[in-house]
Protein backbone atom coordinates (compact mmCIF):
# COMPACT_ATOMS: atom_id res chain seq x y z
CA UNK A 1 0.00 0.00 0.00
CA UNK A 2 1.55 3.27 -0.81
CA UNK A 3 0.28 6.86 0.00
CA UNK A 4 1.34 9.14 -2.84
CA UNK A 5 2.16 12.79 -1.93
CA UNK A 6 2.47 15.61 -4.57
CA UNK A 7 3.69 19.03 -4.51
CA UNK A 8 4.14 21.58 -7.27
CA UNK A 9 7.55 23.00 -7.06
CA UNK A 10 7.85 25.48 -10.13
CA UNK A 11 6.82 26.93 -13.47
CA UNK A 12 3.03 26.70 -14.81
CA UNK A 13 0.75 25.43 -17.19
CA UNK A 14 2.33 22.02 -18.71
CA UNK A 15 6.29 23.34 -17.63
CA UNK A 16 5.21 23.18 -13.57
CA UNK A 17 7.94 20.57 -12.07
CA UNK A 18 5.71 18.52 -9.76
CA UNK A 19 7.13 16.83 -7.13
CA UNK A 20 5.91 13.12 -6.07
CA UNK A 21 6.73 11.10 -2.95
CA UNK A 22 5.59 7.93 -2.38
CA UNK A 23 5.24 6.32 1.07
CA UNK A 24 5.48 2.88 2.24
CA UNK A 25 2.26 2.51 4.60
CA UNK A 26 2.95 -0.93 5.07
CA UNK A 27 6.53 -0.04 6.55
CA UNK A 28 4.39 2.26 8.72
CA UNK A 29 2.62 -0.31 9.74
CA UNK A 30 5.25 -2.31 10.88
CA UNK A 31 6.86 -0.07 12.86
CA UNK A 32 3.97 1.16 14.46
CA UNK A 33 2.91 -2.83 15.22
CA UNK A 34 7.11 -2.74 16.55
CA UNK A 35 6.23 0.08 18.59
CA UNK A 36 3.27 -1.50 20.47
CA UNK A 37 4.43 -4.39 20.98
CA UNK A 38 7.84 -3.17 22.52
CA UNK A 39 5.35 -1.47 24.89
CA UNK A 40 3.93 -4.53 25.74
CA UNK A 41 7.13 -6.71 26.26
CA UNK A 42 8.37 -3.58 27.96
CA UNK A 43 5.53 -3.51 30.78
CA UNK A 44 5.49 -7.46 30.90
CA UNK A 45 9.23 -7.24 31.51
CA UNK A 46 8.26 -4.99 34.59
CA UNK A 47 5.02 -6.42 35.79
CA UNK A 48 6.84 -9.42 36.89
CA UNK A 49 9.45 -8.19 39.40
CA UNK A 50 6.62 -5.76 40.31
CA UNK A 51 4.41 -8.84 41.16
CA UNK A 52 6.92 -10.74 42.73
CA UNK A 53 7.99 -7.43 45.35
CA UNK A 54 4.45 -6.96 45.93
CA UNK A 55 3.59 -11.02 46.69
CA UNK A 56 6.87 -10.53 49.14
CA UNK A 57 5.37 -7.08 50.92
CA UNK A 58 1.79 -8.92 51.34
CA UNK A 59 3.50 -12.24 52.94
CA UNK A 60 5.73 -9.95 55.28
CA UNK A 61 2.76 -8.18 56.17
CA UNK A 62 0.73 -11.16 57.06
CA UNK A 63 1.48 -14.78 57.59
CA UNK A 64 5.14 -14.21 57.70
CA UNK A 65 4.77 -11.27 59.97
CA UNK A 66 7.32 -12.49 63.07
CA UNK A 67 9.36 -15.06 61.19
CA UNK A 68 12.90 -13.42 60.76
CA UNK A 69 14.26 -15.86 58.99
CA UNK A 70 11.30 -15.50 56.00
CA UNK A 71 12.16 -11.70 56.77
CA UNK A 72 15.38 -11.63 55.70
CA UNK A 73 15.06 -13.99 52.56
CA UNK A 74 12.13 -12.35 51.20
CA UNK A 75 14.21 -8.66 52.30
CA UNK A 76 16.67 -10.03 50.05
CA UNK A 77 14.82 -10.77 47.36
CA UNK A 78 12.30 -7.96 47.35
CA UNK A 79 16.36 -6.35 46.86
CA UNK A 80 17.27 -8.32 43.87
CA UNK A 81 13.84 -7.77 41.93
CA UNK A 82 14.34 -4.06 42.75
CA UNK A 83 18.12 -3.77 41.47
CA UNK A 84 15.95 -5.40 37.85
CA UNK A 85 13.67 -3.24 37.44
CA UNK A 86 16.07 -0.43 38.34
CA UNK A 87 18.43 -1.59 35.28
CA UNK A 88 15.73 -2.18 32.95
CA UNK A 89 14.53 1.57 33.51
CA UNK A 90 17.96 2.28 33.11
CA UNK A 91 18.36 0.66 29.84
CA UNK A 92 14.96 1.53 28.46
CA UNK A 93 16.52 5.73 29.42
CA UNK A 94 20.08 4.68 27.11
CA UNK A 95 17.93 3.50 24.57
CA UNK A 96 15.27 5.91 24.02
CA UNK A 97 18.35 8.79 24.18
CA UNK A 98 20.50 7.00 21.77
CA UNK A 99 17.18 7.28 19.46
CA UNK A 100 17.01 10.50 19.83
CA UNK A 101 19.95 11.80 18.97
CA UNK A 102 20.23 9.02 16.06
CA UNK A 103 20.29 11.97 13.43
CA UNK A 104 23.26 13.46 14.78
CA UNK A 105 26.78 11.84 14.25
CA UNK A 106 28.89 11.56 16.61
CA UNK A 107 31.47 13.97 16.01
CA UNK A 108 34.44 13.75 18.95
CA UNK A 109 37.77 11.64 18.27
CA UNK A 110 37.23 8.42 19.99
CA UNK A 111 40.21 6.14 20.57
CA UNK A 112 39.09 3.02 20.27
CA UNK A 113 42.12 1.06 21.81
CA UNK A 114 42.03 3.41 24.65
CA UNK A 115 37.98 2.31 25.00
CA UNK A 116 39.30 -1.16 25.12
CA UNK A 117 41.82 -0.80 27.87
CA UNK A 118 39.26 1.06 30.07
CA UNK A 119 36.27 -1.69 29.97
CA UNK A 120 39.27 -4.19 30.77
CA UNK A 121 40.08 -2.66 33.55
CA UNK A 122 36.50 -2.24 34.63
CA UNK A 123 35.30 -5.88 33.95
CA UNK A 124 38.45 -7.64 35.58
CA UNK A 125 36.52 -8.23 38.61
CA UNK A 126 33.47 -9.89 37.01
CA UNK A 127 35.73 -11.88 34.74
CA UNK A 128 37.18 -13.04 37.83
CA UNK A 129 34.25 -14.54 39.17
CA UNK A 130 33.72 -16.65 36.27
CA UNK A 131 37.72 -17.56 36.18
CA UNK A 132 37.50 -15.91 32.29
CA UNK A 133 40.70 -14.42 31.17
CA UNK A 134 40.48 -11.32 29.04
CA UNK A 135 42.94 -10.81 26.56
CA UNK A 136 43.09 -7.53 24.50
CA UNK A 137 44.88 -7.38 20.92
CA UNK A 138 45.62 -3.37 19.97
CA UNK A 139 48.00 -1.50 18.10
CA UNK A 140 50.28 0.82 19.19
CA UNK A 141 49.00 3.76 17.66
CA UNK A 142 45.52 5.16 18.19
CA UNK A 143 42.65 4.19 16.64
CA UNK A 144 40.85 7.15 16.24
CA UNK A 145 37.00 7.22 14.64
CA UNK A 146 34.61 10.36 15.20
CA UNK A 147 32.37 8.90 17.83
CA UNK A 148 30.56 9.61 21.48
CA UNK A 149 33.05 8.27 23.99
CA UNK A 150 30.69 7.50 26.52
CA UNK A 151 28.26 5.67 23.94
CA UNK A 152 31.67 3.44 22.82
CA UNK A 153 31.91 2.80 26.16
CA UNK A 154 29.12 1.31 27.03
CA UNK A 155 28.94 -0.91 23.15
CA UNK A 156 32.21 -2.62 24.62
CA UNK A 157 30.90 -3.03 28.20
CA UNK A 158 27.75 -4.67 26.99
CA UNK A 159 29.64 -7.02 24.52
CA UNK A 160 32.11 -8.03 26.68
CA UNK A 161 29.92 -8.20 29.81
CA UNK A 162 28.10 -10.53 27.27
CA UNK A 163 31.03 -12.47 26.41
CA UNK A 164 31.84 -13.37 30.07
CA UNK A 165 28.51 -13.98 31.07
CA UNK A 166 27.92 -16.39 27.81
CA UNK A 167 30.87 -17.65 27.63
CA UNK A 168 32.46 -20.42 29.12
CA UNK A 169 32.82 -20.11 32.29
CA UNK A 170 37.15 -20.73 32.97
CA UNK A 171 37.04 -19.65 29.46
CA UNK A 172 39.35 -16.83 27.32
CA UNK A 173 37.40 -13.78 25.87
CA UNK A 174 39.52 -11.77 23.38
CA UNK A 175 38.91 -8.24 22.43
CA UNK A 176 40.75 -7.26 19.33
CA UNK A 177 41.04 -3.22 18.29
CA UNK A 178 41.80 -3.27 14.47
CA UNK A 179 42.58 -0.68 11.37
CA UNK A 180 41.27 -1.51 7.92
CA UNK A 181 41.69 0.38 5.00
CA UNK A 182 39.08 3.07 6.31
CA UNK A 183 37.57 1.23 8.95
CA UNK A 184 38.08 0.46 12.61
CA UNK A 185 36.49 -2.60 14.23
CA UNK A 186 36.17 -3.47 17.81
CA UNK A 187 36.21 -7.00 17.77
CA UNK A 188 34.68 -9.47 21.02
CA UNK A 189 35.14 -13.52 21.19
CA UNK A 190 34.68 -15.89 23.45
CA UNK A 191 34.42 -19.76 23.15
CA UNK A 192 31.11 -20.12 24.79
CA UNK A 193 28.46 -22.60 23.34
CA UNK A 194 27.77 -19.98 20.42
CA UNK A 195 24.25 -19.04 19.18
CA UNK A 196 22.55 -21.17 16.32
CA UNK A 197 21.98 -19.98 13.18
CA UNK A 198 18.63 -19.74 13.20
CA UNK A 199 18.64 -17.02 16.36
CA UNK A 200 21.33 -14.54 14.65
CA UNK A 201 18.95 -12.51 12.72
CA UNK A 202 17.05 -11.36 15.92
CA UNK A 203 19.34 -11.11 18.21
CA UNK A 204 19.52 -7.54 18.54
CA UNK A 205 15.60 -7.03 18.78
CA UNK A 206 14.75 -5.75 22.17
CA UNK A 207 14.11 -8.25 24.62
CA UNK A 208 14.87 -10.91 22.00
CA UNK A 209 16.88 -13.77 24.44
CA UNK A 210 18.23 -17.25 22.99
CA UNK A 211 17.56 -18.21 26.47
CA UNK A 212 14.96 -16.05 28.86
CA UNK A 213 16.04 -17.85 32.37
CA UNK A 214 19.83 -17.97 31.77
CA UNK A 215 19.43 -14.30 30.75
CA UNK A 216 17.61 -13.19 33.75
CA UNK A 217 20.01 -15.46 36.29
CA UNK A 218 22.77 -13.43 34.55
CA UNK A 219 20.73 -10.34 35.43
CA UNK A 220 19.97 -9.29 31.72
CA UNK A 221 17.62 -6.92 30.37
CA UNK A 222 17.28 -8.04 27.11
CA UNK A 223 18.18 -4.93 25.62
CA UNK A 224 22.21 -4.96 25.71
CA UNK A 225 22.13 -5.65 22.34
CA UNK A 226 19.56 -3.55 20.98
CA UNK A 227 21.46 -0.68 22.79
CA UNK A 228 24.84 -1.78 21.26
CA UNK A 229 22.85 -1.92 17.44
CA UNK A 230 21.66 1.30 17.97
CA UNK A 231 25.10 3.16 18.96
CA UNK A 232 26.18 1.56 15.93
CA UNK A 233 24.48 2.77 13.76
CA UNK A 234 24.70 6.10 15.23
CA UNK A 235 28.13 5.91 14.64
CA UNK A 236 27.45 4.90 10.66
CA UNK A 237 29.11 1.63 11.44
CA UNK A 238 27.94 -2.00 10.89
CA UNK A 239 27.47 -4.86 13.63
CA UNK A 240 28.53 -8.28 12.38
CA UNK A 241 27.54 -11.48 14.72
CA UNK A 242 29.36 -14.98 13.43
CA UNK A 243 28.98 -18.17 15.69
CA UNK A 244 29.61 -21.88 15.10
CA UNK A 245 27.61 -23.92 17.84
CA UNK A 246 30.02 -24.88 20.39
CA UNK A 247 32.95 -22.96 19.44
CA UNK A 248 32.02 -19.59 20.86
CA UNK A 249 30.52 -16.50 19.25
CA UNK A 250 32.33 -13.45 17.30
CA UNK A 251 30.47 -9.47 17.66
CA UNK A 252 32.15 -7.42 15.43
CA UNK A 253 31.48 -3.33 15.15
CA UNK A 254 32.85 -1.78 12.05
CA UNK A 255 33.28 1.91 12.30
CA UNK A 256 34.11 4.39 9.72
CA UNK A 257 37.68 5.55 10.80
CA UNK A 258 38.30 9.27 11.51
CA UNK A 259 41.00 9.82 8.89
CA UNK A 260 43.84 12.23 9.25
CA UNK A 261 43.18 15.76 6.95
CA UNK A 262 46.10 15.03 4.11
CA UNK A 263 47.92 18.03 3.09
P1 LIG B 1 20.66 -9.91 27.86
O1 LIG B 1 20.35 -8.79 28.78
O2 LIG B 1 19.66 -11.02 27.91
O3 LIG B 1 22.07 -10.38 27.96
P2 LIG B 1 21.35 -8.93 25.19
O4 LIG B 1 20.55 -8.09 24.28
O5 LIG B 1 22.67 -8.42 25.63
O6 LIG B 1 20.40 -9.26 26.41
O7 LIG B 1 21.56 -10.34 24.48
C1 LIG B 1 20.43 -11.01 23.93
C2 LIG B 1 20.62 -12.51 24.00
O8 LIG B 1 21.67 -12.90 23.09
C3 LIG B 1 21.06 -13.04 25.35
O9 LIG B 1 19.96 -13.25 26.18
C4 LIG B 1 21.75 -14.33 24.96
O10 LIG B 1 20.78 -15.36 24.82
C5 LIG B 1 22.34 -14.04 23.59
N1 LIG B 1 23.79 -13.73 23.62
C6 LIG B 1 24.36 -12.50 23.70
N2 LIG B 1 25.70 -12.57 23.69
C7 LIG B 1 26.00 -13.88 23.59
C8 LIG B 1 27.24 -14.63 23.52
N3 LIG B 1 28.42 -14.02 23.58
N4 LIG B 1 27.14 -15.98 23.43
C9 LIG B 1 25.95 -16.61 23.38
N5 LIG B 1 24.76 -15.98 23.44
C10 LIG B 1 24.78 -14.63 23.55
Known amino acids: TFRIHIAALAGSGWRRAVLLTFEDLSEQRMTERMRVDFVAN????????????LGFVETLQGPARNDAVARDRFLTIMREQGLRMARLVDDLLSLSRIELRAHLAPETPVDLASIAREILDSLVLMAREREVTLKLDAPQQPVTVAGDRDELLRLMENLVENAIKYGQRGGEVGITVAIS?????????????????EHLPRLTERFYRVDTAASREAGGTGLGLAIVKHIVLRHRGRLTIESVVGQGATFRAILPRLLEPTR
Open 42 to 53: ASHELRTPLASV
Open 181 to 197: GEEASLSVRDDGPGIAP
